[in-house]
Structures are given as structure tokens and as C-alpha cells.
């Protein structure tokens, strides 16, 4: 049965956990070890929870406190940008669902360049669907504060948008890039 449970747990959460870890760690290689890594925390001690409706928010709060952990630790996790090309194929897609796409992908690149301390809850609250209380209770800060950072990161990604649309930047740069013409 607890094999059950844990298949079950991985088939239910990896791509969210996955996609919250790229959000932090701003590479794959790293995002996929954190995500490995909360897997095998939870085998090793998921058993102690005792409400199992909590396991979403277990899960995120064990990834985000590895996150922490492994930068404790000093340990070089490389930006977004140094991605290799092509890690991302959209060959595949119709022509709608690319611009669409190409929105999004914009979007989370701007995300990048946002402190952690608006990012981190942005993510959660937007694309990983958690609860302000949920969130407060991972991150370690009242529900107050998520939610004045949430509205602040939201404003900062705005004005930074903002001012690559006004700049003719239609696609985004990564940090430390900028258009020359």
C-alpha cells in the first residue's frame, strides 16, 4: 500500500514540483535534483504526517526548504539564461498555441528577474495554485506578508514589462541582457 501512495504522490506532483523548482533554482539539472530530493525525503519520513490531505503543501514546503538548504550549503545554481537553446521545443505546436506560449515564456522570464522574496509567492499563489495560509505556512511569514508580496511582485512585473514593451523589447532578455540596436 505505501508504494501505492507514494506512485500515486509522484504522478499527482512531479511536474508542479518540478516546474516550482526551475522557478527557484533557474536551471533543469538543479530544479530535477530538488525535485528528486523531496520524493526521497518523503519516502524516508512522509510517513510521519499524520493528515495525508496535507501532503501538497508537505511537499512544496520540503522542496522549498532543500531549495534554501543547498544555497546554505553554497552551492552554484546557475540562471535561467544559462539554459542550453532548444531545451525548450515548441517545433511541435501549432501556430496558436506558440503565441500563446511565447506570452507565457516571456512572462516567466520577467519572473526570473524578480527577488525570491516575490517571486517565490507569486509562483506558488499563480502557478502552483496554493492558498495564502498555505504559503505563509511554507515560507515561514505571516499571511499578511504573502499577500503584501504578492501584490507587490505583481506590480514589480508589470513595470518590468512595462518597460520592455515601451523599449520595443517584445521578447524578453534575460538579466544582464539587454537590446542593441
Do not use: C
Amino acid at each position: 500500500m505505501p508504494d501505492e501512495v507514494f506512485t500515486q504522490l509522484v504522478d499527482t506532483y512531479q511536474a508542479a514540483l518540478y516546474r516550482f523548482a526551475l522557478s527557484l533554482a533557474r536551471n533543469s539539472a538543479d530544479a530535477s535534483d530538488l525535485t528528486q530530493q523531496t520524493f526521497y525525503v518523503w519516502a524516508t519520513k512522509g510517513s510521519a504526517l499524520r493528515d495525508h490531505t496535507k501532503a501538497k503543501t508537505w511537499l512544496f514546503t520540503t522542496l522549498y526548504r532543500e531549495f534554501l538548504r543547498t544555497r546554505r550549503r553554497g552551492q552554484r545554481l546557475t540562471a535561467l539564461d544559462d539554459l542550453p537553446p532548444g531545451e525548450q521545443d515548441v517545433a511541435d505546436e501549432p501556430a496558436a498555441d506558440l503565441v500563446e506560449k511565447l506570452d507565457g515564456e516571456i512572462v516567466l522570464i520577467a519572473l526570473q528577474e524578480l527577488e525570491e522574496a516575490f517571486r517565490v509567492p507569486l509562483t506558488l499563489f499563480y502557478l502552483q495554485d496554493l492558498s495564502y495560509a498555505e504559503i505563509a505556512e511554507m515560507i515561514e511569514v505571516p499571511i499578511g506578508t504573502v499577500m503584501s508580496r504578492l501584490s507587490r511582485g505583481k506590480s514589480q512585473l508589470r513595470s518590468l514589462l512595462a518597460q520592455r514593451s515601451q523599449g520595443g523589447d517584445i521578447i524578453a532578455f534575460p538579466p544582464g541582457q539587454r537590446k542593441t540596436s
